[in-house]
């Protein structure tokens, strides 16, 4: 029979400031609760849902969860109070995570949207991850295999030496992901908005890429078979006959003399380049077809499951593991 | 020549087909059933890592208590009693009854070459409506996982099924509105492209464009708009480009949208 377990947890205390008494009870910042699945026997899935405070989870050889909670005590870090609150103390609030098992689902959340707290987790290494911060600095996985998600807005999301399938969105941050070993025919998708996107497959890795930034560049040590973009069906774009040549480019001008023989050569191409530009812009149905997808199509080992690195203002990194 | 079944095609595909090196050697000459072995063992590629799920050992009761209201009630039937009395004459009529129809099968005229062809035509036929309609049932599954890589498989695999219904389109539309991934709903513009001639697809792709505060998402969009040339998408487009609250580069891209669309 299925055991289903129900376990709250509030973590984190009510506790003074200042920072003499701070760094006194400094061991006591540390909040700390023991969780175990349900069924212990297949592996888990762990949900971190912080507004404030970074996330890092890493592999234990223990079957429980241990989640422990660094208070981050803002008033800590703050000058005395002035104005109305001068000669006061100033009190803080604990981070209130609450911890729910059910069904070998743990969720783990903090309904605090200030004064923000580190969370660290320690979990079976065979663990399902959906993490997800808004303000923490960083998101840190290490050593773990499952499948895992990982979203954050303003801070980076690191994973090392994970194992099986992963999607990670950063919107301000960098995204760095080291996979050691991946779970066949299963895709992924590594993204960013304002961050590079720096991802290392192992080298047999099969699988077909498609890579985009928009302000940056693509790199890789990878042996990619560039690939036209996937064609899409008739009823994608219901062009109907021959589309019509683009109108000629004007001539181009007269050289001045004396001028440099290989300056025409260079015009020439560059000339070559605008017509093959506007053949792609190619006219269907009266209209004009813009090929705006800059993507770069490519299959490595042969291709496989579709795997998508795409940043907008950064640079794409894709590096072979050791 | 004798084309193998589906049921047959599966065990060779999981390895538990008896005679598997003449399976082996009938799919390298045949190119039909090689094609509907590829179908199948795609098909069955997507379900490969699905967990079944447990169930509770009150399952049988609880299912039980659902339907025992539904069911006819049972009468015993009149015949009963004569079954008891008469049951070595009724095994007897059965025995004639089977020799009867061996008999009969050996002199019954058999079907031409040509009509045997056409129903293994129609067979093939019949298994590919039915393995089209097994994908789309799986792709819609995945598309509801809980798992953000199983969604994103889901919406990948819509890619290779050939004209796929409404309801394919619909679920691609709603994950690109609502679903959590910001990667998930970037895979589903790409995979929603071959359906922008679709008026629901226009108008979807619109709201969406309307609704997210996906930086990533909202330029995948604009850049969809101006591909697809969907000039209706002229007030979203602006409405986007006026708001002070997005993104700035998404306000920029915005305005190149209308640029485009000469708008």
């Keep these: 029979m299925k055991r289903t377990g129900f376990v709250t947890a509030s973590v984190g205390v009510l506790f003074l400031t200042g920072v003499a008494f701070v760094q006194a009870q400094s061991d006591s910042n540390t909040n700390r609760v023991t969780v175990p699945f349900s069924d212990p026997s297949r592996p888990g899935t762990v949900n971190v849902s912080v507004f404030q405070g970074g996330i890092t989870v890493r592999a234990s050889t223990g079957r429980d969860v241990i989640v422990t909670s660094n208070d981050a005590r803002v008033s800590n870090t703050r000058d005395q109070p002035a104005g109305k609150g001068a000669g006061l103390r100033r009190l803080s609030q604990p981070a209130g995570l609450a911890v729910t098992e059910e069904n070998n689902v743990m969720t783990i959340s903090s309904g605090r949207l200030s004064g923000g707290s ?45 194992s099986g399938a992963a999607v990670v969105h950063s919107t301000n941050g960098e995204v760095k992901v080291t996979l050691r070993q991946l779970t066949p025919q299963k895709p992924m998708s590594f993204t960013s908005f304002n961050g590079d996107v720096d991802v290392t497959l192992p080298t047999n ?47 181009l001008p007269a050289l001045p003399p004396g001028a440099d023989a290989n300056e025409r050569q260079r015009q020439v191409e560059e000339r070559q380049r605008q017509a093959a530009e506007r053949q792609r812009q ?41 | 020549m004798t084309h193998y079944t589906e049921d047959e095609l599966i065990l060779y595909h999981y390895g538990e087909a008896p005679r598997r090196d003449r399976i082996e050697e009938h799919l390298q000459a045949c190119a039909p059933c090689a094609t509907a072995y590829r179908d199948i063992a795609r098909t069955l590629a997507l379900v490969g890592d699905l967990e079944v799920p447990e169930r509770d050992e009150r399952y049988g009761l609880e299912m039980w208590q659902r339907i025992r209201h539904d069911l006819p009630p049972q009468d015993v039937p009149w015949f009963t009693g004569l079954m008891a009395w008469h049951r070595f004459a009724l095994a007897g009529a059965a025995a004639m009854l089977l020799l009867a129809s061996f008999v009969a099968g050996l002199y019954w005229p058999r079907p031409g070459a040509a009509s045997q062809d056409a129903q293994q035509a129609s067979n093939l036929n019949d298994l590919r409506g039915e393995l089209h309609q097994m994908r789309e049932m799986l792709t819609l599954s995945l598309m509801q996982q809980q798992s953000a890589t199983e969604r994103l498989r889901g919406v990948s695999g819509s890619a290779q099924i050939d004209q796929p219904g409404n309801q394919i389109v619909g679920a691609l539309l709603d994950t690109l509105m609502h679903d959590s991934n910001v990667n998930v709903r970037l895979a589903c513009i790409d995979a929603l492209r071959r359906f922008s001639g679709q008026d629901q697809v226009r108008r979807g792709t619109i709201q969406a464009l309307g609704e997210s505060s996906f930086p990533l998402v909202q330029i995948a969009l604009i850049d969809y708009m101006v591909e697809t040339k969907d000039k209706g998408a002229a007030d979203a487009l602006r409405r986007l480009s006026e708001d002070s609250m997005v993104n700035e580069a998404v306000r920029g891209r915005a305005v190149w949208g209308l640029q485009q669309l000469q708008l």
């Design chain 1, 118 to 162: 580190g969370v660290e987790l320690q979990v079976p290494a065979r663990t399902n991850l959906k993490l997800s911060t808004v303000n923490g600095d960083q998101i840190l996985v290490e050593r773990i295999e499952g499948d895992i998600e990982v979203t954050a807005v303003n801070g980076s999301i690191m994973l090392t030496d994970v």
């Design chain 1, 205 to 251: 890795t099969k699988a077909n890429l498609k890579m985009r930034t928009d302000h940056g560049e693509v790199l890789t040590d990878f042996d990619v078979q560039i690939q036209q973009r996937p064609a899409t069906t008739a009823t994608a774009f219901p062009i109907v006959g021959v589309a019509p040549p683009a109108p000629p480019l004007p001539p």
């Design chain 1, 282 to 322: 190619r006219v269907g149905r009266g209209g004009t077809r813009i090929e705006l997808d800059s993507s770069i199509y490519g299959t490595i080992n042969g291709g496989g499951p579709e795997f998508e690195l795409r940043t907008f203002n950064g640079n794409i990194y894709l590096r072979k593991g050791k």
